[in-house]
């Protein structure tokens, strides 16, 4: 049994993989942009989904679709504080908040989140300062083109980047970035070949819930309709050791992930 700390939480992972609820507070995002801008939707949201049976909650107030517009670290905030405020009070689960702003990751410790999920790709310092003054879980991500070579090189460095840091492996999680700057090639590559650059030690985790990826590959243009396509990807990820799947509707592909779970454990 390992165990990621993240401030208070301590989130075992390797003996079941984890469900991570998307919860996008934007007016912008590929597939879901607008459904959960207001405060008061976006926490029924993360209310139904922790029913539904999230382990994580993850909550963003930026897009980070291709092509999107950056909003500042303000704009960001101002979108996240009304949810996070009430959100860390009432879950007993982890909240996960989405920013490569260390101002947005700052405010949203002090509300009480324990995970920063950071897609800048870089190991930034002042990020890393944050980390480790609240001991926060810190999702690291790859972003931009990149072969299971190239991502298993960017995990050594990260790692050796973050303990320079003073980052303690334990709070590190890594993550592929499918879609961050990737042609469909190199998602399918990253998705299928997960033993050639998975760090052991660490804590894996697979966002491809509903991206151009899944679309392309079963032919579905409508983001919310890929869930078929989502929980095959999924299968395969489990099958090669990701520890934590990023899901959009978890009642809709936990029943995938759950069979993937026991087809993992059944091998010999």
Not at 20 to 25: A, D, F, L, P
Not at 178 to 195: M, S, T
Not at 204 to 212: A, Q
């Amino acid at each position: 049994m390992a165990v990621w700390h993240c401030r208070e939480k301590e989130i075992e992972y390797g003996s079941k993989v984890l469900l991570m609820g998307i919860v996008n507070v934007t007016p912008d995002s590929f597939s879901d942009g607008g459904d959960w801008l207001d405060p008061a939707t976006a926490l029924t949201h993360a209310r139904a989904l922790e029913a539904q049976g999230a382990d994580i909650l993850d909550i963003g107030g930026q897009s980070t679709r291709p092509g999107h517009t950056p909003v500042t670290d303000k704009e960001e905030w101002a979108r996240l504080e009304p949810v996070l405020s009430v959100l860390c009070k009432e879950t007993a689960l982890p909240v996960s908040v989405d920013t490569y702003y260390p101002y947005v990751a700052v405010q949203a410790l002090r509300c009480g989140a324990q995970i920063i999920n950071d897609v800048s790709g870089v190991v930034h310092p002042e990020m890393a300062d944050v980390v480790c003054r609240y001991g926060a879980g810190w999702v690291i991500m790859h972003a931009g083109p990149g072969t299971p070579a190239d991502v298993k090189a960017f995990f050594e460095d990260s790692v050796t980047a973050c303990r320079a840091l003073g980052v303690q492996d334990s709070q590190i999680c890594l993550d592929m970035g499918i879609g961050f700057g990737k042609n469909f090639q190199q998602d399918l590559a990253l998705i299928a070949n997960i033993p050639q650059y998975k760090m052991a030690g660490f804590p894996l985790l697979l966002g491809c819930s509903r991206k151009r990826v899944i679309g392309r590959g079963s032919d579905q243009p409508e983001p919310k309709a890929r869930t078929y396509g989502n929980i095959a990807a999924d299968t395969v990820g489990i099958l090669g050791g990701a520890d934590i799947i990023r899901l959009h509707n978890i009642e809709q592909e936990k029943q995938g992930v759950f069979m993937a779970q026991h087809l993992k454990g059944a091998k010999i």
